[in-house]
């Protein structure tokens, strides 16, 4: 699809179901939990059902069938299609009632004065929808996508296998060559390609004018490194989902690879030696948000920003903080977990008990400490957001000749 080439809206009637309006989500993993979904309803009183799918196909839905959902659970990275497809529609702040508490993350990019504003589709240049209906940083009245869950990711690696048992520090071990056959990435473009250049930048294969928007010959570089890579037997495997990375590690496969928190909790419940990764180098951040279907009107219209505003009420952002997401009202939240919980989740500091995912089992032991400090810190240490750059449709087309032949060797 042409990210570029804007598709005329069409009007679509409300869904109701038995008297109760029906809200459909479209999303992924990342937040379509069950826990949630039940708990939306009973607080909403509406039917809510979740479309849940990898990213890729998400994007394309999102995008190609806006007919087909209500709500948009995604990511700001992915605004450039759906935005400029005209899938979805403004946001009126006027109607979000906790908008002044959302914090400066989305709204200006950073979370102190020292902050790393890091490179690539940093959310607060998409956030505001502009006059001339472009988004920009310039605040109106009207938003993209309404700011939920985000974190910053890097990479796993097994604690058992590494020689000094000291922590890795640096984007470069994910390219060294001593795991040959034992790594892995994940199979995105807008997100496994950052993971890739970061390291690669690191390791003092490559550098980047800037990472967050790479020019095709850069793009051809570092895609020449890691088809070469490929071809040498280096890669274990591309995953999609969380649940596959973890599986990657539990059976034995991978020894280090780019890991979602969602992951490292599977991981963690199962006793597994698995480390994330605090590169000095940086993060690789992302934030995901709501977006409305540009078919809602009327009553639909307004159940969709009653579950946008429940969304950022505080018991939702007490769930993701258990898979090791953040919220962009953490206040909010704080009311809603332990002091324990909060402790370990967003200040950084040792588990002073067990503490429990979101379906209520073990997700982090007593004593465990969580990489990379408070939220505050890691906040402050992006190297670059998940993006989709402007030669985006020369990167997939790359990506997905190396990933399509790296499937064939494995």
């Known amino acids: 699809m042409n990210k570029h080439s ?12 038995a008297g109760r309006p029906k809200l459909r989500v479209l999303g992924t993993a990342i937040s379509l939990l069950e826990e949630l979904r039940v708990k939306a309803e009973a607080d909403l009183g509406i039917e809510v059902s979740f479309d849940n799918n990898d990213f890729i196909v998400t994007q394309h839905k999102a995008a190609q069938e806006p007919d087909s959902y209500d709500i948009y659970d995604q990511c700001f990275h992915n605004l450039d299609i759906v935005w400029y497809w005209r899938a979805i529609q403004p946001i009126e702040i006027s109607r979000i ?19 790393r504003m890091g490179q690539g589709d940093v959310p607060a240049r998409k956030l505001y929808v502009q006059p001339s209906f472009a988004l920009g940083d310039t605040p109106t009245g009207r938003i993209s996508m309404l700011p939920t869950t985000h974190n910053f990711d890097s990479f ?25 056959g034992r790594a892995a990435l994940v199979d995105e473009p807008a997100i496994g390609i950052f993971d890739a250049a970061l390291a690669a930048q690191a390791a003092g294969l490559m550098s980047f004018g800037n990472v967050g928007n790479m020019t095709v010959a850069e793009i051809d570089q570092l895609m020449d490194i890691l088809e ?15 649940e596959d990375a973890a599986r990657l590690m539990i059976d034995g496969e991978t020894d280090i690879q780019s890991m979602w928190s969602t992951g490292i909790g599977i991981l963690n419940s199962q006793g597994f030696p698995v480390e994330q990764a605090a590169p000095a180098e940086g993060y690789r951040a992302w934030h995901g948000g ?12 307004d159940v969709a920003y009653e ?8 018991w939702p952002g007490a769930v993701v903080a258990r898979q090791g997401y953040y919220i962009s009202t953490p206040e909010r939240s704080r009311r809603y977990m332990s002091a324990a919980e909060w402790d370990y989740w967003y200040e950084g ?7 429990p995912g979101p379906d209520g089992t073990v997700r982090v032991k007593r004593g465990a400490v969580r990489s990379g400090g408070s939220y505050w810190q890691r906040a402050n240490g992006i190297a670059v957001w998940n993006t989709t750059m402007d030669e985006h449709n020369y990167l997939v087309r790359r990506w997905m000749q190396l990933v399509g032949r790296a499937e064939k060797d494995i």
Not at 97 to 113: H, M, R, S, Y
Not at 349 to 355: G, K, N, S, V
């Open 290 to 301: 709501l977006c409305l279907s540009r078919r809602l009107g009327g009553r639909m219209l």
């Open 6 to 17: 804007p598709k005329p809206a069409t009007a679509a009637p409300a869904v109701h179901t």
């Open 228 to 242: 070469a890579r490929r071809k040498a037997g280096f890669f274990r495997s591309f995953w999609r989902t969380a």
């Open 156 to 180: 796993a690696y097994r604690r058992d296998v590494v020689d000094d048992l000291q922590p890795m520090t640096s984007w470069a071990a994910l390219l060294d060559e001593r795991w040959s």
């Open 307 to 314: 579950y946008l505003n429940w969304w950022i009420s505080g």
């Open 349 to 355: 500091l040792p588990a002073r008990e067990d503490l």
């Open 97 to 115: 009632a906790l908008w002044d508490e959302i914090n400066d993350l989305t709204k200006t990019g950073q979370i102190g004065p020292s902050a």
